[in-house]
Structure formats: structure tokens, C-alpha cells
């Protein structure tokens, strides 16, 4: 996984809300457990609509509750294979956010007025390190939105470091470990 300081760029506007897993990645591309390829199948039903057109930049605004419905990491999979970096949306489903941190996908919660005004901007950018969502101002200005995030997920997201990284940090001591339980024998329990 690769580490996050700052996301930049253009920004993609979806202004729905109650976006769930099914729509972001329908279950017909469940068959595959790579992480890669799922950008093409990306909201599939949706982008047969006419006029449909979300362009793959770094930041994705969209509507409250996003993520909701069922636990499938295939969805932010292929958010992040469309070329997503951050998603800004007033709330998220707590698993979908959790799957999006464990990937490397910043998911950034902003009240909804400022998911517009983003969107309206058209470009913007999300300080992990700093906390703030920043994106212009019709007069010419910036504007500073503070978000919150849990201190480990901002640490892993910092640092780049998914679940197998976490566990390699204690790379050192789990071998120590292990010496030592072969020294010592099998395990016995009394009955």
C-alpha cells in the first residue's frame, strides 16, 4: 500500500446519496479476489444512462451514507482501480470505510455544504497530515475544511501500511517468539 500525504487534482462530482456496495460494484464481478481489474465495472447499471459521466480523477465527492448496504471489499477495489484517491461525503457505512482505509483509499467525511462547494469548485485538495479538506472559493480564496480520523488509520495511511505491513513492523519480536516456543517443546493441556 502506498502512503498518503496529500491528495490533489480535479474532482468528480456524484450527488446521490444512499450510494450502496451494489451499485458501486455489482455482485455479477464477484467472481475474481485480485484487487485489480474492478475499475471497468465501476457503478456498471449506472453508466448505461444516458448522459452518464463520473471522469477518473483523484477525488470523488458524493452524497451521505455512502458505501452502504453489504461488506464487499470488491467496491472500494474498484474505486481506487478507477483511479479514485480520496472519497469526500458527508458519512460513510462504517465497513466500507474500513475496507477503503485498509487499500489505501482515503475516505474523508465533510459536512454537506462543503461536499457541494467542492464539487462546484471542481478541484481540490485532502491534507491527511494537516486534517483539512482545502478547494477554492468563488472569489478567488481557499477554503479550510478540518476533518477528523482515528489516529492508528491516520498512522497506517501516513505510512503506507496495510494489515500484512502492521504485522511485518513486528517482524523481529514474532521470531524471537518463535525460537523461543521451539526451545520450550509442544504446548500440553491437562485434561
Known sequence: MEAIE???GAVSDLDRADVDTDQIMPKQFLKRVERSGFGEFLFYDWAKEPGWNLPPNAILVTGENFGCGSSRE???WGLQDYGFQAIVAPSFAD???SNCTKIGLLPVAI???????LAAAGEGQVDLRAQEVRYPDPDG???SVPFEIDAEIRHRLLEGLDDVGITLQHEGAIADYERARERSGPVTTAL
Do not use: K, M, N, W
Open 74 to 76: 470488491h467496491a472500494p
Open 6 to 8: 496529500t491528495i490533489s
Open 141 to 143: 480564496g481557499l477554503v
Open 111 to 117: 459536512d454537506e455544504a462543503h461536499c457541494r462547494a
Open 95 to 97: 465497513i466500507f470505510y
